[in-house]
């Protein structure tokens, strides 16, 4: 067991460390040649700042290879940058070569991401300026073409260990953009108006409760206060009475609706006090009749107006965050569909070019080199290979491809370089169809009302009742008082706490959340959690980490090298693949002692090598060593058997590798904690039976599903709905889109694809199972001061009710008991964002690299 | 008291000025990173110290 972490991206380093950096003159270990490149490319420019104040650990990095290169090139031809390149600004007429591009930056974790890139950026010879935006992770550069091509710059950001796409800001992006400004300008507006207006407010109360204000001071006071807060209410709240007027429309009496009435009935009130004066009285009178809380006919009432500003500011704060988060996931999932897709080698006159994928037709003959994503669906022509798949059904083993197999869009190609003749494109590929079985089920998902739209309904119906038969009533006993007892009914019982309630405990509760790493992306999440029942998983990517590793090594008796010697010979030969069952070898080797000649890949079986004076064969069983029959140590998992032979005839087996996609180290602990809580767990997975089985028992599954296709688990979670459970779905690849948007509630793993997170309810963004459990904690806590708020909110307004009717409270002091309440009610809710209860969680390397006998040996 | 007739007006027109400031910042995208900039003043000073000193050493 190791705790060295590697120094860029902080992820467990083997023993011993191999792989060093300088950084302040201090070698720092380092995981991998890619990290080691990234943090020498760092200090090279001079920015180990960066490692001093960031805090997010980097990603780790992959290999720069020449693909890469050759696809960034695309970027630098004119018809591509059209998109997303512009002339820079017209301040620097005489400079015609300089451009503009937006990118969107891959890989940003926090600040000093941001000031990395573009100071890496801007010491670079030709690029005037960089700007990122650490919220949306668009940056702005400023080049000048005729010194440093763009694939230059984009090479070089890939050199700091992030990735560039071009961006391009649409309409939709415009939209938001829109949207997010208004909103911050009907804040600005309500706060700086509510600020003003509750000082003035200070005045008047003081003034009445002395009773020694000369009229005409508080009446210029009401008049400004008016002025301030006819903005507040037309502009501000603007909102709240479109949706209003929505709900009257469709006949639904949802929270906006005793939002507006508020809002509206309040304001209108203070303008009928602060004007009528001076229609109804010729502007002669001045005066407060005695002997009463209300003014007399003639009178001039009540003014609310820092109720009004106030509470629109307290609503637009917390709806300002809801839309917050819901932009930062729109702009995460739009960021795929919006990039120029991959490129593509297409034959063109014979030969092989690069071109965007947009560019293909049918018919259209394309090279797909190993480690390609296969750009449309086709069929395989010549050459054979196996192809990774698991981006569509889940199976993370690659399968094998020979000429006349049909091949899927966005499939991995794994082994070697093939040819295929494109047979479907765009909208028409298999990826596609999925897309639109997403679409259905969207459609299909069952809408969880909200509890406070729900109270609210029944409440501003009876509170409107209330407010009439008071009216009714009073103007019978004393008409001249009416009006004005009935408005302060209406303030006493103004839903504000009461609409304050849900959406405060939600917004905190949320806000929490995503602290810890879990995004929630649609309101309906915390408050659907509680009804939860069971609980289902994928199992690649979303319990396990979706890439293989290397998990036992059995030598077997008749060799008589140690475990490290074989593991090291074993390493040398899958040096030479592209396969994932290589990279598994390549994270457990401190360096390659050896080298292997003359590899040769065999298809689907294996790699065969020269190692020394000796052949070595590694991969299954049969391949390995053809003559004899070994058994596998165990029954599951998949084994790899290495081989020995002097005469290439007769292979002797040495060891055997067993190959697992590891386990999240909290998967099993989350699991329990979910059972715990009597929630069923339930492991649907497109996998193969043994696999499933497995990694089941491994963490106290007792329910599964294997060989599951993207309809089988729509069709699995239908059923369990139909019987009247409620089903959290957590995934993450492609394949589970349909499930996700089908399920009650669905979590997308942060590194699912992006349209995994798009259709998915909330997002781990931190991919830490634990969190799952954690929101399940805090959603009954949540569910408690929500609980609280309504009954305090209720409580309070039917307490005051009676007296409000009765005509005992005056109008600024139910406005004064209204504000208290709505502060109340925040106050309790914010004890929700209080941190402290969650229990710890084991940390990587305490668990997942435990069972690596190679590691632990070392 | 009387001087509430010139400062509540002037009070008005402060107000209208904060808010046409405002807007000019949320139309300037001052607004559109939230995140970003505060953090950014932190880094750029020790960045100049490094490189003070990198000119000592020549």
Not at chain 1, 210 to 214: E, H, I, K, R, V
Not at chain 1, 541 to 545: A, E, N, R, S
């Given at each position: 067991m190791t705790d060295t972490r590697c120094f860029h991206c902080t992820l467990p380093v083997s023993q011993p460390v191999v792989f060093f950096a300088d950084v302040e003159g201090t070698a720092q270990p380092m995981c991998c040649p890619g990290c080691k490149a990234v943090t020498e490319a760092i200090v090279a420019g001079g920015l180990e700042n960066y490692y001093r104040h960031r805090t997010e650990s980097a990603n780790q990095v992959t290999d720069l290879n020449q693909r890469l290169q050759e696809e960034l090139q695309i970027y630098d031809r004119a018809e591509v940058q059209k998109d997303f390149v512009r002339p820079a600004d017209?301040?620097?007429?005489?400079?015609?070569?300089h451009l503009t591009a937006s990118l969107l930056i891959d890989g940003i974790t926090c600040a000093a991401c941001i000031w990395l890139l573009e100071n890496h950026l801007e010491a670079l010879?030709?690029?005037a300026r960089a700007s990122v935006n650490l919220s949306t992770h668009e940056a702005q550069i400023t080049w000048d073409n005729s010194e440093i091509p763009l694939s230059t710059i984009l090479l070089e950001i890939h050199k700091i260990g992030y990735q560039a796409f071009p961006w391009r800001a649409d309409q939709q992006e415009a939209l938001l953009k829109n949207e997010n400004r208004t909103f911050i300008r009907r804040l600005a507006v309500a706060g700086i108006g509510a600020m003003q207006v509750m000082m003035y407010a200070i005045a008047l109360y003081s003034g009445a409760i002395?009773?020694?204000?000369?009229d005409i001071y508080r009446d210029l006071i009401r008049i400004f206060s008016a002025v301030i807060a006819t903005p507040v209410v037309l502009y501000s709240a603007a909102p709240f009475f479109k949706a209003a007027w929505r709900d009257i429309k469709i006949r639904h009496l949802g929270m906006d609706v005793p939002v507006s009435i508020a809002i509206g009935g309040a304001y209108l009130a203070s303008l009928w006090a602060t004007f009528s004066v001076y229609f109804f009285t010729d502007g002669s009178i001045y005066s407060i009749a005695e002997g009463s809380l209300y003014s007399t006919a003639e009178g001039s009432g009540e003014v609310y107006y820092d109720s009004v500003s106030m509470f629109t500011f307290f609503l637009l704060t917390g709806r300002y965050l809801e839309l917050r988060a819901r932009h930062a996931t729109a702009r995460a999932a739009r960021a795929l569909t919006n990039l120029l897709p991959p490129s593509c080698l297409k034959e063109v006159n014979g030969h092989y070019q690069r071109v965007p994928v947009a560019d293909l037709q049918p018919d259209d003959k394309v090279r797909v080199l190993p480690g390609d994503a296969i750009p449309a669906d086709g069929i395989l022509i010549s050459g054979s290979t196996s192809v990774n798949e698991a981006m569509l059904t889940g199976e993370y083993l690659p399968i094998e491809k020979q000429p006349g197999d049909t091949l899927l869009c966005s499939s991995i190609n794994v082994d070697h370089p093939i040819e295929l003749k494109v047979s479907k494109v765009g909208e028409e590929t298999r990826v596609a169809g999925i897309i639109q079985l997403l679409q259905r089920a969207q459609q299909d998902k069952p809408a969880i009302a909200k509890i406070a739209d729900k109270v609210a309904g029944w409440f501003v119906a009876c509170v409107l009742l209330v407010a009439i038969c008071v009216y009714w009533g009073w103007s019978g006993i004393a008409p001249q008082d009416a009006f004005w007892i009935t408005l302060s009914v209406l303030v006493v019982t103004c839903p504000c706490a009461l609409s304050l309630a849900t959406p405060a405990a939600l917004t905190a509760a949320t806000g929490y959340l995503h602290r810890l790493g879990l995004l929630v992306t649609r309101g309906h999440v915390l408050e659907g959690l509680k009804t939860i029942d069971h609980v289902i998983f994928d199992k690649t990517?979303?319990?396990?980490?979706g890439e293989l590793s290397l998990s036992q090594v059995v030598p077997l008796a008749n060799g008589n090298s140690s475990k490290e010697a074989l593991l090291q010979r074993a390493a040398a030969l899958e040096a030479h693949s592209e396969h994932p069952i290589a990279r598994a070898f390549f994270y457990t080797v401190e360096s390659l002692h050896e080298q292997a000649h003359e590899v040769k890949n065999h298809l689907a079986q294996g790699i065969e090598g020269t190692i020394g004076n000796c052949r070595y064969r590694i991969g299954r069983p049969d391949f390995a060593c053809p003559a004899s029959n070994v058994a596998t140590p165990e029954q599951d998992g998949q084994w790899l058997l290495m081989s020995e032979s002097t005469d290439q005839k007769l292979w002797q087996p040495l060891c055997w590798f067993r190959i697992t996609d590891s386990l999240r180290p909290e998967a099993a602990h989350t699991i329990q904690r979910l059972q715990q809580m009597g929630k069923t767990v339930t492991l649907l997975s497109g996998d193969a039976e043994p696999v499933v089985a497995a990694t089941a028992e491994s963490l106290g599954i007792r329910q599964w599903k294997s060989e599951s296709s993207p309809d089988d688990k729509l069709h699995y979670i239908q059923t369990l709905q139909s019987q009247g459970h409620k089903v959290l779905m957590v995934g993450d690849g492609i394949n589970d889109v349909p499930v996700l948007a089908g399920a009650d509630i669905s979590m997308a793993m942060g590194n699912a694809s992006d349209l995994a997170r798009t259709s998915a309810d909330a997002v781990l963004i931190s991919g830490n199972l634990e969190r799952l459990a954690d929101a399940f904690n805090l959603t009954i806590r949540t569910r408690k001061i929500i609980r609280q708020n309504l009954a305090w909110s209720l409580g309070y307004n039917l307490a005051a009710l009676p007296l409000a009717a009765a005509g005992m409270i005056a109008p600024w002091m139910a406005a004064t008991g209204m504000a208290l309440s709505s502060l109340i009610v925040v106050a309790n809710a914010l004890r929700l964002n209080r941190p402290g209860k969650l229990p710890k969680t084991p940390t990587e390397s305490e668990d997942v690299y435990a069972h690596l006998e190679p590691r632990g040996a070392a | 008291m009387e001087s509430l007739i010139i400062l509540i007006p002037l009070a008005l027109i402060l107000i209208a000025v904060a808010i046409k400031l405002f807007f000019w910042a949320v139309d300037d995208g001052q607004f559109d990173d939230l995140e970003g900039p505060a953090h950014s003043i932190l880094f750029d000073e020790p960045q100049q110290i490094a490189k003070a000193n990198a000119h000592d050493h020549k």
């Open positions: 017209s301040a620097s007429q005489s400079q015609d070569n010879a030709g690029v002395s009773d020694d204000m000369p990517g979303t319990l396990t980490k | -």
